[in-house]
T-cell receptor, first 113, second 115 residues
């Protein structure tokens, strides 16, 4: 079955430090992959997406992600974290007709000042 | 441009009752999807509607149903509520008529508590 795994439930980083959130997928074909962010009490917002082509994709708010087929990974990175980045981050894959997304369990990011 | 609007934002029901949640997509968006978010199960796909037709359905019992109107507004209904239905229900809209983009715009959700 198609699945998305986020191994880290919680991550704490200091403001200004770099960030990497891990995501692994299990999918036969080339997947369409996404990162969404959810701030407390809010809906989800799309950070970036990968469909094909360049394996390093840029997103909003200074985030980027790299697709590595050999590792079945799509990790999210940011060179310098801001306190406002504290939120829950979800990796997702398009797994059905239309816009059906399968989400990972999420990684809660805490930023220490 | 207004975002995705969900009503009500919060509601409390008792077991056995039924509930209807409403979603107004971004103007011009014809695809509306619904997701259930719980601490235990995470984000799970319920169904997607496009042009008043259900295009995809997740693995939920028949107590969960939805519909879409000609103006693209959507409603979901849960009948015979169970305690486990307590969740944040998220609606999302998409502008791509062919689907297969996964670029969803989410509302803030309707938080349902079942007592």
């Amino acid at each position: 079955a198609q699945s998305v795994t986020q191994p880290d439930i919680h991550i704490t980083v200091s403001e200004g430090a770099s960030l990497e959130l891990r995501c692994n997928y299990s999918y036969g074909a080339t997947p369409y992959l996404f990162w969404y962010v959810q701030s407390p009490g809010q809906g989800l917002q799309l950070l970036l997406k990968y469909f094909s082509g360049d394996t390093l994709v840029q997103g909003i708010k200074g985030f980027e992600a790299e697709f590595k087929r050999s590792q079945s990974s799509f990790n999210l990175r940011k060179p310098s974290v801001h306190w406002s980045d504290a939120a829950e981050y979800f990796c997702a894959a398009l797994t059905g007709g239309g816009n059906k997304l399968t989400f990972g369990t999420g990684t809660q990011l805490k930023v220490e000042l | 441009k207004a975002g995705v609007t969900q009503t009500p934002r919060y509601l409390i029901k008792t077991r056995g009752q039924q509930v209807t949640l409403s979603c107004s997509p971004i103007s011009g968006h014809r695809s509306v999807s619904w997701y259930q978010q719980t601490p235990g199960q995470g984000l799970q796909f319920l169904f997607e509607y496009f042009s008043e037709t259900q295009r995809n359905k997740g693995n939920f019992p028949g107590r969960f149903s939805g519909r879409q109107f000609s103006n693209s507004r959507s409603e979901m209904n849960v009948s015979t509520l169970e305690l486990g239905d307590s969740a944040l229900y998220l609606c999302a809209s998409s502008s791509d008529p062919s689907g297969n983009t996964g670029e969803l715009f989410f509302g803030e959700g309707s938080r349902l508590t079942v007592l």
